[in-house]
């Protein structure tokens, strides 16, 4: 069911809760600033979650607090990310991740 993103951060998200060792996970890469995972339903051959380590809901969240963004070094014949914000853009959990997608052809994303 898809969240409204411009309500307070959620402490009990399921996200949040991989983050604090509640509920385990593939782990791909972790540091100080972000988690990345491999998702229990993927999408495609690869499919990670990436999730920043703080607590935001948004986008909108991240940026207003002043961070940015780093380079993520990866290097790949193509691969697409998706992030879901809000209810129109059909986000599920309320903690900011970014699905990774690669291993074979993407295709179109819209419909023309």
Known sequence: MPID???PYDADNIFAKIL????PCKQVYRDE???AFHDINP???THILVIPT???VSWDDFSARGHVARDAG???PGYRLLANIG???HQEVPHLHVHLFGGRQMGQMLPR
């Open 33 to 35: 600033w972000s988690l």
């Open 54 to 56: 703080g607590a935001y």
């Open 5 to 7: 993103a411009t309500q």
């Open 74 to 76: 990866l290097v790949a």
């Open 87 to 89: 209810q129109h853009g």
């Open 20 to 23: 604090r060792g509640e509920i």
């Open 43 to 45: 999408q495609a051959p």
